[in-house]
């Protein structure tokens, strides 16, 4: 399911710091179930072209990070997001903290991305300040005093993007970067049990978010997102399955 799509004749195939950058034309289609709010053709535009701009950022993330160890990667975005996908098997071969600032690249370079908008907003005049989601996670809010409901509308989708579904990201699910973090930590402290017990925090807390998802947010996609993730851990569980960092 979280495997890169196979190439179609649709693709939009560009490079990008010397990255290969390939598009699936599931990741517009997603998109844009997603996005569908009832809203105006501009609101669908804003939104899907945030949601690759932001999406695009946090894989460089991880490539630009993985060629400072020395590997170079391409980029697929497809129906669930992207991969930044190395070319040789040398990741496997870095240590535990190479590792993690790999997995760690990529949700910073979005809260970089959401920070350097926020002092757009200031610089223009703008206000910005922080609303806590349940009570401790911080969703930046901004309001731009030039530009019109559009780019308001903008600056409010870049800062939701790269701040609440960034910190989601790094939560101990597997195989979002938080999931590969907690991996490298519980194997690093017990060689024996570490993967198996990290898989376990992997099932909880996907199933936990996917109660929050359709309990408290109303949000069907992240109750399904977050329940395949569960089971997925769990099958990995039951099959026994090493360790895939």
Known sequence: MFQPLPSTRFDLNFKIAGFPVRVHPMFWIIGLLLG???????????WLVVLFVSILIHELGH??????????????????????????????????????????????????????????VYAAGGLVFVDWLFGF????VAF?????ILVNEAVGVILWINTFWGLINLLPVFPLDGGRVSQQLFVRFDPWNGYRNALWLSVVTGALLAI??????????????????????????????????
């Open 137 to 140: 996670l911080p969703v930046p």
């Open 36 to 46: 569908w709010s009832g809203g105006g053709l501009e609101s669908i535009a804003i």
């Open 144 to 148: 731009m005093p030039v530009g019109g």
């Open 212 to 245: 929050v998802g359709i309990v408290v947010l109303d949000s069907l996609y992240m109750a399904f997102l977050f329940g395949i993730l569960a089971a997925q851990s769990y099958q990995m569980i039951q099959g026994g399955v090493g360790p895939r960092f």
């Open 63 to 120: 490539s630009f990070m993985m060629r400072r160890y020395g590997i170079e990667s391409s980029i697929v975005l497809y129906h669930l997001g992207g991969l930044a996908i190395p070319h040789s098997a040398r990741r496997a071969q870095l240590g535990w903290i190479e590792n993690i600032l790999i997995s760690l690249a990529g949700p910073f370079a979005g809260f970089l991305f959401a920070g350097l908008t926020a002092g757009i």
